[in-house]
């Protein structure tokens, strides 16, 4: 069997399974079995495949049939300027999520030597992003997913930026170390009832730890700014990713907890999706 003829076969099965960007995701599946990238493989489409290459791709498709997402299948996702080592433990990083590191990166233009806390930090595409900017920031991690820590500490290395950021296996409700001028998170923030509404490849694949904020949605939220208005500094920045609708609900908490609303940023889709406010 020649590639063009897996090819085919593998983007006839994604297909009736409705997975829509069957052919892409074959191309990057088969990109991942040969050790090329993607144009290497559509010049060399009659290449004839090894029996071990067949079985693995084969493997791969109907995995992706069942959606499986493809970055936990290749094991990597490209965020901001970086690729990240990425595995079932960790949520799959989001051009919406991007908005962080962009406003983080510009508030902090004319600053030096920042101390950022990511709370939840998951596989660090967020704080290691704008520590690979800004090379005299310095990051503290913390997660309570210690399977998500392991993640995390293998990014670092692979970006460089491991001398420059502390973990710590925590809630953020027990965590009281240090003070910071920045903090940022991507916390949970989908409602408990609305889950199962969610895409099959994130309910089912990705971690529900990472997804579900609460019978209403901000439950995490609400931990998250108490605990940030005892470890920021006066002035400093606090940047929150939310969810569409939760902008009103967010920024009452935020006040009440002594922030001012700085800005609020809506994603790709112009829905509400990031708070920055300032600690007053």
Not at 127 to 154: A, H, M, P, Q, W
Not at 165 to 174: E, L, M, S
Not at 181 to 195: Q, V
Request: hydrophobic share 35%.
């Amino acid at each position: 069997m020649n590639i063009q003829t897996a090819l085919n076969y593998a983007n006839n099965k994604l297909k009736r399974c409705n997975i829509r960007s069957f052919n892409l995701d074959s191309e990057i599946l088969m990109s991942k079995i040969l050790k090329e990238n993607r144009i290497q493989v559509l010049l060399n489409l009659n290449k004839e495949l090894e029996t071990d290459e067949i079985i693995e791709f084969d493997n791969l498709i109907e995995q992706r049939s069942k959606g499986k997402p493809i970055a936990y299948l290749i094991g990597y996702k490209h965020f901001w300027k970086s690729k990240f080592f990425i595995d079932k433990n960790v949520l799959i990083p989001r051009p919406d999520t991007e908005i962080i590191v962009e406003q983080a990166l510009f508030l902090s233009r004319h600053k030096s030597k920042l101390n950022i806390l990511d709370v939840g930090i998951g596989s660090g595409c967020i704080l290691f992003s704008i520590l690979n900017e800004r090379k005299d920031f310095y990051g503290t991690g913390i997660d309570k997913n210690e399977k998500s820590l392991k993640v995390c500490k293998i990014n670092a290395f692979n970006l460089g930026v491991d001398k420059r950021v502390k973990f710590f296996k925590t809630d953020i409700d027990n965590f009281s170390y240090g003070k910071y001028d920045l903090i940022i998170s991507n916390p949970p923030y989908i409602n408990t009832l609305d889950l199962k509404y969610l895409e099959k490849d994130i309910v089912k694949f990705e971690p529900k730890i990472a997804l579900d904020g609460g019978i209403e949605g901000t439950s995490e939220i609400r931990k998250v700014i108490d605990k940030s208005s005892e470890l920021i500094k006066k002035n400093g920045k606090l940047i929150l990713e939310i969810g569409h609708n939760q902008k009103n609900k967010v920024s009452n908490m935020l006040k009440k907890r002594g922030f001012y609303i700085f800005k609020t940023l809506k994603d790709y889709a112009k829905n509400d999706r990031c708070i920055i406010s300032t600690k007053l």
